[in-house]
């Protein structure tokens, strides 16, 4: 039952930051959805701050396995560029929601430190599975310089997001990411 008490405020949690962010989230609106006192939350997330910790790090960590995943399928760098860019466009879909991470980072400075140190997490996992994919392309063992398109992509994806969900539109984001694959930004 505590596990399953834990999953359910879990649930609510990410869709609440998906859509409000860190800062819209409340123990006494997620305990009356959820249908429990807001004690119990306390019970398993002391602060806020550990909620939104431990928010972050199961997005991370799930993102991950989700990337890696792409590449053991199927090492064709442009199929896992696209099932990556698929991925933020899931959370569109989802109810207009933005990247759970990436709506934390706009928060930044209002998050507890150990929010974060996940949120920076969820964003170097990005960077340094993107570095792989784009390396497996480019043989001019630049790795700074793959470094530094992985990081353009990851924020441009962002962008595309945010920008998408900004006109509650989702082809705004279709638009926006071949544009970035026409003009080079993305591969394939």
Not at 109 to 131: G, S, Y
Request: aromatic residues 10%; glycine residues 6%.
């Amino acid at each position: 039952m505590k596990s399953d008490t834990r999953e359910a405020i879990m649930a609510v949690a990410r869709k609440t930051v998906q859509a409000h962010g860190y800062n819209g989230l409340s123990f006494r609106e997620l305990a009356k959805e959820v249908g429990i006192k807001s004690a119990s939350i306390h019970y398993h997330f002391p602060t806020k701050g550990d909620l939104g910790a431990a928010l972050a790090r199961r997005y991370w960590e799930e993102a991950k396995a989700a990337f890696d995943g792409f590449w053991a399928e199927t090492p064709e760098p442009s199929l896992c560029l696209r099932k990556y860019t698929d991925v933020f466009r899931q959370a569109l879909e989802n109810g207009n929601r933005m990247c759970l991470c990436g709506f934390m980072a706009a928060e930044f400075d209002d998050l507890p430190d150990a929010v974060k140190v996940e949120v920076q997490a969820f964003a170097d996992i990005n960077v340094a599975w993107l570095a792989k994919v784009l390396s497996s392309m480019d043989t001019s063992g630049d790795s700074a310089m793959l470094r530094e398109r992985a990081l353009a992509i990851y924020a441009a994806i962002g962008g595309a997001q945010l920008t998408a969900r900004s006109r509650a539109d989702i082809s705004v984001y279709d638009r926006i990411v071949e544009s970035y694959r026409v003009a080079g930004l993305i591969p394939g």
